[in-house]
Every structure is written in structure tokens, then in C-alpha cells.
């Protein structure tokens, strides 16, 4: 659950990152209430992580296999070849792909905490689309 957590924190700093940097209105009030969502998710998250104990056990699940997308957001967001738009979209696949990949995992031992996951891999998903509008325009 770290990882998720973290994951999202790094999001957020885009997000708040393309806030300074845009002059599109309704791109500022997007990020804006996405800003406030993303505060949300970490809550939920956290909460999620305390209540049914699912730190002790996510870190020790197998076959994850992570390691390419831990380095792909890690290359996201220290990109310079891209703007601030286009590392957040490209943050918000790389999360919902992180967690379908790990809600399954999660499922088994939490299914309150899987379909958590699940429901903001869904709401990332949803964020990159529109975002895809404003890189189209860059």
C-alpha cells in the first residue's frame, strides 16, 4: 500500500505542477477539484491500509512484477522532454495499469481494499482521458 500511496503523491505534485504552468482555464479547474480528489484517494488509501492490515501483507505477495511500472513513473515524472500535461496523463496510465495489476492481489486478502483499488484504477483511467484532450492541443 506504500507504493499506491506514494504513487499517488507523486501524481499529485503533477497535477499541482501543470496547475502553475497552464493558462487553460477549464484545465485549472479540473486540476483543481482533481487536486482535492487525489488528497481523497490517499486518505482512502491510508485508511484502507490501517483498518484491514493489508501493509503487512501486500509487501510479501509474489509475482507482482512491478518493477517496469515503478520505473516508468519514476521516468515520468523526472521526464524533461515532456509537459507538465502530458507526465500527468501519462502518470494517470501508468497508475490505473499499476493497479489493476495489483488489485487482484489485494483481492484475496482485503475485497473492501481490492475494490478500492479497482474503482480509482477506473478514475484514472477516466482523469487521463480528458487529459488527452488538452495535450491534443499543445
Given at each position: ?5 506514494e504513487s499517488?503523491?507523486k501524481?499529485k505534485g503533477?497535477?499541482e505542477e ?12 479540473f ?9 481523497k484517494?490517499v486518505?482512502?488509501?491510508q485508511?484502507a491500509?490501517i483498518e484491514r492490515?493489508v501493509e503487512m ?5 509474489t ?7 515503478i520505473t516508468r ?7 524533461r522532454?515532456?509537459?507538465?500535461v502530458?507526465?500527468t496523463?501519462?502518470m ?8 489493476v495489476?495489483v488489485?487482484p492481489k489485494i483481492?484475496?486478502i482485503s ?12 478514475e484514472?483511467?477516466d482523469?487521463?482521458k480528458?487529459?488527452?484532450q488538452?495535450?491534443?492541443?499543445e
Open positions: 500500500m506504500s507504493l499506491l500511496i499517488e503523491r501524481l503533477l497535477y501543470t496547475l502553475r504552468e497552464t493558462d487553460e482555464e477549464k484545465l485549472k479547474l486540476i483543481s477539484e482533481t487536486c482535492k480528489q487525489n488528497s484517494r486518505e482512502l488509501m485508511k491500509r492490515v501483507t501486500l509487501e510479501p505477495i509475482d507482482l512484477e512491478l518493477t517496469d511500472l513513473i519514476t521516468n515520468i515524472v523526472e521526464s522532454n515532456a509537459s507538465s502530458q507526465k496523463m501519462r494517470e496510465k501508468a497508475i490505473s495499469e499499476l493497479y495489476k488489485a483481492m484475496g475485497s473492501d481494499t481490492g475494490d478500492l483499488i479497482l474503482a480509482l484504477s477506473h484514472s483511467n482523469r487521463q480528458i487529459l488527452e488538452y495535450v491534443k492541443f
